[in-house]
């Protein structure tokens, strides 16, 4: 058990109703409600009490292990492995930089979870409020996690939408090039904005300090203008997306025209499997634009804050972009095996028959064509 008079040393840590803190007050504290600190862990038994250090430990060791719980930590290393950890390579650069730095923002979203007591007073009814022993957020969980968090997760996906880019600028040499940079710039400052206003809403501002209480109201307010804004992110990336693929395809569809399906232009072209990112954004944003609207409409027509869960969705769509960028890597490494496998065996079968169909040697070319041109592209961004 825990001794009331060991706890009274910790009220210097909790915000009173007639003082007026400053940030690093409430970065400190530990609640907002000095009696519900004092009830709630003089009510703890041995049992209680040892359940809560286990769970500092598990929260400890779960935090380290974080990186290997990241999306794209193994589909990271193969393409290590593929690239024989030559990080020379701009291609390689990128996606080191996306693992490093979203890996970063994962671990201090995990170690928040050290912070999660925060002793609050809760609104029953009218002037009568209940003790809260776990705060909705506690201030320095939310500097660490909504602030410099996100800052982490945003810098490190900035990363990674140069991908596009980079493979675009690697084989159009002509002006339209500008449009893609300029999506691009589009695309990476609608993220800027949402680490921007996560760094405007200060960790002082979550709870009112007359009441001690969690400020619902504001917070419903702030997540609004939140989606709002990762919905100006979903719609720049699909700007962003279709501008490459209209200049690939001026750059390079049209001048090879090539006979096949398309899973095999899949699988041979990147530029088809930067539109199928693309077409996933399609058909998600009216879905997830629709949600956004009726839950804004709700909340300030019909004072409802409709319970929508959109951070699954969000990022469903969101990692669709990434994942390409790893399948189309594995896929450029095999295509170029594959085309030297194909050049190889064709040119011996002229050597042993000279009067192969022109038709065959037509497919061969443009099947040698399209291999060639992903190894040309590979090769000018892998020795940039």
């Not at 024989?84 to 994962?106: A, D, E, S, W, Y």
């Not at 949402?194 to 300090?209: D, F, T």
């Not at 693929?245 to 001026?250: C, Q, S």
Request: proline share 2%.
């Amino acid at each position: 058990m825990i001794d009331k008079e060991s706890l009274l040393p910790d009220e210097r840590y909790f915000i009173k109703s007639n003082s007026n803190p400053d940030f690093w007050d409430w970065i400190f504290s530990k609640g907002t409600n000095f009696t519900c600190y004092v009830e709630t862990l003089t009510s703890l038994n041995e049992t209680g009490i040892n359940n809560r250090r286990i769970d500092v430990f598990r929260t400890i060791i779960t935090t380290i292990q974080t990186p290997l719980h990241f999306y794209f930590f193994y589909w990271s290393l193969l393409v290590f492995i593929l690239h024989k950890f030559n990080f020379r390579k701009p291609v390689m650069q990128i996606i080191l930089g996306h693992l490093v730095i979203r890996c970063t923002g994962n671990i201090l979203e995990q170690f928040g979870y050290l912070y999660k007591y925060y002793y609050i007073s809760e609104k029953v009814s009218e002037d009568v409020y209940r003790c809260k022993p776990e705060g909705n957020m506690h201030p320095f969980r939310w500097f660490l996690t909504r602030q410099i968090g996100t800052i982490f997760w945003y810098v490190g996906e900035i990363f990674a939408d140069w991908y596009p880019l980079l493979r675009t600028k690697a084989i159009v040499k002509n002006k339209s090039i500008r449009i893609v940079y300029a999506t691009c710039a589009l695309f990476n400052l609608s993220k800027i904005i949402l680490i921007v206003y996560h760094l405007y809403k200060s960790p002082a501002e979550l709870y009112n300090v007359q009441t001690g209480v969690y400020e619902i109201e504001e917070m419903d307010k702030f997540y609004l203008i939140y989606w709002v804004i990762q919905l100006s992110v979903i719609y720049t990336s699909l700007i962003y997306e279709y501008s490459v693929y209209i200049v690939l395809k001026k750059g390079i569809f049209d001048v090879n025209q090539y006979d096949f399906g398309f899973l095999k232009k899949f699988k041979m072209l990147s530029e088809y499997r930067i539109l199928v990112s693309a077409v996933v954004s399609v058909i998600f944003l009216p879905i997830f634009s629709v949600s956004i609207i009726l839950k804004i409409s709700f909340f300030y027509f019909k004072n409802q804050n409709l319970e929508f869960e959109f951070e699954e969705v969000r990022q469903s769509i969101a990692n669709v972009q990434y994942y390409m960028i790893f399948i189309d890597q594995i896929l450029l490494i095999y295509s170029n095996y594959e085309s030297k496998l194909l050049s190889y065996k064709f040119y011996y079968s002229n050597i042993n028959n000279n009067n192969n169909n022109n038709s065959n040697n037509m497919n061969m070319n443009n099947i040698n064509d399209m291999n060639m041109n992903n190894m040309n592209m590979n090769n000018i961004i892998n020795n940039n």
